[in-house]
């Protein structure tokens, strides 16, 4: 009885770290998004090696958006390279305020890039970068992936609800029977009373 009283017990104790742990991590992930969103930043993920080793490819970098004017050399920007949308995060090495344009170049490569950007073109500046951090922000927020991440994350605060419950309604039962018990014992109590009153 002991022994499978105190595996009960961890098992418990493992069920309220895994759901505490689960919930925290889901509103984390929730609040940082949202306040992300709300100071206008956004989050890319570093594809190539051209900007080693300031940024690490499969990094996570936040990029928040600045007047083109504001930029200096040395700052590090994403811009829009063409048509396609194709993104590109390289640091500014000439400025042309005549001709609204950037000169940029990966850190990692020798030559500066061969076009220049257009100010409209730049995204904003790359304000922090979390190393490792790129893979799984390109799972979460990939199209073909939402279903699959909206239905973990839901099933996984949806399992954190149903232990909080269960193991509220065990420790509401244990508390009934232990009332039952304590009620029980004063009833023997009361009876048992007058019988020592008696022999004394």
């Known amino acids: 009885m002991r022994s499978s009283s105190k595996s009960k017990n961890i098992l418990n104790t493992i069920g309220n770290f895994l ?11 929730a609040i940082a998004f949202v306040l992300i969103r709300l100071m206008g930043w956004n989050m890319f993920s570093v594809d190539s090696s051209s900007m080693t080793p300031k940024l690490p490819v499969n990094s996570l970098i936040t990029v928040q958006k600045i007047d083109p004017q504001e930029i200096k050399v040395g700052d590090i920007v994403t811009y829009v390279l063409n048509s396609n949308n194709i993104l590109v995060t390289h640091r500014v090495v000439e400025i042309d305020s005549a001709k609204q344009t ?12 061969s076009a220049p950007v257009h100010w409209g073109n730049v995204v904003g500046k790359v304000v922090f970068c979390v190393p490792g951090l790129g893979t799984p922000l390109r799972i979460i927020t990939a199209e073909e992936n939402r279903i699959a991440v909206i239905s973990v994350i839901v099933g996984l605060f949806l399992l954190s609800l149903f232990w909080d419950i269960l193991i509220k309604n065990k420790s509401k039962k244990e508390e009934d029977k232990q009332s039952g018990t304590d009620i029980q014992a004063d009833n023997i109590t009361e009876k048992l009373a007058p019988q020592n009153s008696g022999l004394q």
């Open 19 to 29: 759901s505490t742990f689960i919930t925290a991590v889901i509103a984390f992930v």
């Open 102 to 113: 950037f000169t940029t170049k990966g850190d990692a490569n020798e030559s500066n890039d």
